[in-house]
T-cell receptor, first 113, second 111 residues
Framework: SAVISQKPSRDICQRGTSLTIQCQVD?????MFWYRQQPGQSLTLIAT?????????ESGFVIDKFPISRPNLTFSTLTVSNMSPEDSSIYLC??????????FGPGTRLTVL | GEDVEQSLFLSVREGDSSVINCTYT??????LYWYKQEPGAGLQLLTY?????DMKQDQRLTVLLNKKDKHLSLRIADTQTGDSAIYFC???????????FGSGTRLSIRP
């Protein structure tokens, strides 16, 4: 299984600011994913990030709001830009294993005031 | 589009078996997953099953798949207080990279 770490684990931010979340994996992976889990809800895929190409965003999510970097096969960042209270969620990084298992990081709990 | 449905709550007595059910609509689902999320934590992959399997057992966990009815279940034998969590069912087909999640079932254990 892949071991995934995220930084920060939680943050409280002011409206209008931006936060960059880091995701580090202990092995090289082709596909990395960013999910959002709003309070009391299930998970929603924000985007898929492959190394060496632009991230692919799901309907309802745009690059200007959620820019993603994928500089190498073990690391990715997600930025939540110009935050509003509606962005308060848990943001989770995920990777696809060799046998189509999908592993998740511990999540970043974001509160926007 | 694809949809995955679960009941929202389940309460069982400690020591009994828990059965969490899930239905899905995508007939081309190839991989079906069960995740556990404890309060304040990320998602832990509990087990997964390929669509060409009917059953998978791993210690206290048994997954049953009825592909004809598009029904998946997770049985937890001898349920303990540490099993209290939200359990998410999820599916993926072989051509897609993204997983579709159910709403999650909150399992509570009573003494």
């Amino acid at each position: 299984s892949a071991v995934i770490s995220q930084k920060p684990s939680r943050d409280i931010c002011q409206r209008g600011t931006s936060l960059t979340i880091q995701c580090q994996v202990d092995s090289q992976v082709t596909m990395m994913f960013w999910y959002r889990q709003q309070p009391g809800q299930s998970l929603t895929l924000i985007a898929t990030a492959n190394q060496g190409s632009e991230a692919t965003y799901e309907s309802g999510f745009v690059i200007d709001k959620f820019p993603i970097s994928r500089p190498n096969l073990t690391f990715s960042t997600l930025t939540v830009s110009n935050m509003s209270p509606e962005d308060s969620s848990i943001y989770l990084c995920s990777v696809l294993g060799n046998f189509n298992e999908q592993f998740f990081g511990p999540g970043t709990r974001l509160t926007v005031l | 589009g694809e949809d995955v449905e679960q009941s929202l709550f389940l309460s069982v007595r400690e020591g009994d078996s828990s059965v969490i059910n899930c239905t899905y609509t995508d007939s081309s689902s190839t991989y079906l997953y069960w995740y556990k999320q404890e309060p304040g934590a990320g998602l832990q992959l509990l087990t997964y099953i390929f669509s060409n399997m009917d059953m998978k057992q791993d210690q206290r966990l048994t997954v049953l798949l009825n592909k004809k009815d598009k029904h998946l279940s997770l049985r937890i034998a001898d349920t303990q207080t540490g099993d209290s969590a939200i359990y998410f069912c999820a599916e993926k087909d072989s051509s897609a990279s993204k997983i579709i999640f159910g709403s999650g079932t909150r399992l509570s254990i009573r003494p």
